[in-house]
């Protein structure tokens, strides 16, 4: 079971994440309080944003694999801080087009606190980025020439100075080809 923190996180509100056996359930606790249970999925990746703001100051991230009768298995503890300046943001979003598909060279929207800059990844590249309207709504082109396939987008936002201030969960989205536009020549009139 693997997990990493950047410390001290800018947001009250971080995104645990982390890999595990397939299908593994995965308890997240703050010192000795329960914060969540999870399931990792088919890939073994697990995540989890908590619900309310965590406060500032020192914490321990402590993940347990349960087993089968219950018992708690768990790995070594992760030391972190929420930082005195943490805004509790919601962490930006991801809307799942129509059956999880895009097109290459289409749109992905979601939403992020309001005038935010949001960094897409698939995976762990960097696709580019989005500026989140008044309303908090961002769209972006996915490039055209990304390969087809399954990836997790994420959309990161982070401060002027680059701290974390928040992260979406992954949303699995299968990339189409591109539709591309259709192209002509010769003479179009008939003639």
């Known amino acids: 079971m693997t997990s990493a923190l950047v410390s001290p996180l800018h947001t009250s509100r971080p995104l645990f994440r982390g890999t595990t056996e397939p299908g593994a359930r995965v308890r997240i606790y703050d010192g000795a309080t329960l ?72 749109r992905l ?31 972006f082109s996915v490039p055209a020439d990304l390969p087809p396939g399954d990836y997790d987008f994420r959309a990161v936002v982070n401060d002027a100075s680059g701290n974390l201030l928040g992260e979406s969960l992954p949303a699995r989205i299968k990339i189409l080809p591109s539709l591309g536009l259709p192209t002509t020549g010769g003479d179009l009139s008939g003639q």
């Open 109 to 139: 929207t979601g939403t992020a606190p309001p005038n935010s800059t949001v960094t897409l990844y698939a995976g762990d590249k960097a696709l580019g980025a989005a500026t989140a309207g008044p309303d908090g709504a961002w769209q």
């Open 35 to 106: 914060l969540a249970e999870v399931t990792a999925d088919a890939a073994g990746n697990w995540s989890f944003v908590p619900p309310v703001a965590l406060a500032a100051g020192d914490h321990v991230l402590r993940l347990a694999a349960v087993d089968t009768d219950g018992s708690e298995v768990f790995a070594d503890p992760l030391p972190f801080t929420i930082a005195a300046d943490a805004q509790p943001l919601a962490p930006p979003t991801i809307n799942l087009p129509p059956g999880g598909q895009l097109p290459a060279g289409e």
